[in-house]
């Protein structure tokens, strides 16, 4: 038997032995090591502490102007457009950061030492999401801060925390295919590089930065398709006003497929990676 079959095997039976309860208990234990090492690590933290800040004044101060005269109402009326999208933009940006994460544990060594361990594999996966989502509640938190400071007027907090929790989900999904990613590419840069060209295209191929009606016929083909449009529409239609049952059912309909398809390849990926 190879043993990359022998690891398999030996992880499937350890797996099978755990219960609820101690994958529950290994995954809190993951959790708190994570945190750990960002608190020795504090600079781990900065994209979390700084694109929210960046990406806020950049968008609104560059483009507010002119965007925000097309909405009919100048730079005031284009901070209440954009936060809401810049907000379903973090989850988006956070997660790629389990897959660089992910991918440095395992050329550090620190994978090997888990696997080593009588632990349920699907708790490292697991802790690194949780965590992940602590880290995107962070950004979240700083963005609403500046937005505010920028003249966002906050009318509906039970919309808002509704747009933190859909964006948590969303985000949540999207960390699958940085995961799977993470186990694939041979370093960190490589998932990085791969995480600009998925990301990018999504970004700004959406209704986050700006509406979507005067792009060519084709790219708003593209845009009604997006699940970024849909989500940054919810949290728009949430947080702001106006229509958005449609795009919340469209957005948690792709967390689920996502989920669907991404997270068994992610945990069979992790289990056979030799």
Do not use: C
């Not at 690891?7 to 099978?16: E, G, I, P």
């Not at 965007?67 to 730079?75: D, E, M, T, V």
């Amino acid at each position: 038997m190879s043993a990359a079959a022998t690891t398999m095997t030996t992880t499937l039976t350890t797996d099978a032995r755990i219960s609820l309860r101690g994958h529950l208990r290994h995954t809190g234990a993951l959790v708190r090591r994570n945190l750990l090492w960002i608190r020795q690590d504090p600079e781990s933290m900065f994209d979390a502490v700084l694109f929210p800040v960046i990406f806020t004044l950049l968008f609104v101060y560059v483009f507010g102007g002119s965007i925000g005269q097309s909405l009919g109402g100048g730079q005031q009326a284009y901070v209440q457009y954009v936060v809401p999208g810049l907000m379903a933009m973090m989850g988006m940006n956070m997660a790629q950061g389990v897959g660089t994460g992910f991918n440095q544990d395992f050329n550090s060594g620190v994978m090997d030492r888990f696997r080593s361990l009588p632990i349920g594999r699907g708790s490292v996966l697991f802790a690194k999401i949780a965590v992940e989502l602590m880290r995107m509640l962070v950004a979240t938190a700083i963005l609403m801060v500046v937005a505010v400071l920028v003249g966002f007027d906050i009318t509906n907090w039970i919309g808002l925390l509704a747009s933190v929790g859909l964006s948590a989900v969303f985000g949540s999904a999207l960390m699958w295919v940085f995961i799977t990613l993470g186990v694939m590419m041979k370093s960190a840069q490589s998932v990085q590089a791969m995480g600009f060209l998925v990301l990018m295209p999504l970004q700004f191929g959406s209704s986050i930065f700006a509406p979507t009606q005067s792009m060519p016929g084709w790219l708003q083909n593209f845009t009604d398709y997006n699940p970024l449009s849909a989500l940054a529409d919810a949290a728009r239609g949430l947080m702001v006003g106006g229509p958005a049952a449609h795009d919340v059912w469209l957005t948690l309909a792709w967390s689920a497929a996502l989920t669907a398809v991404m997270a068994p390849v992610a945990i069979h990926k992790f289990r056979t990676k030799s």
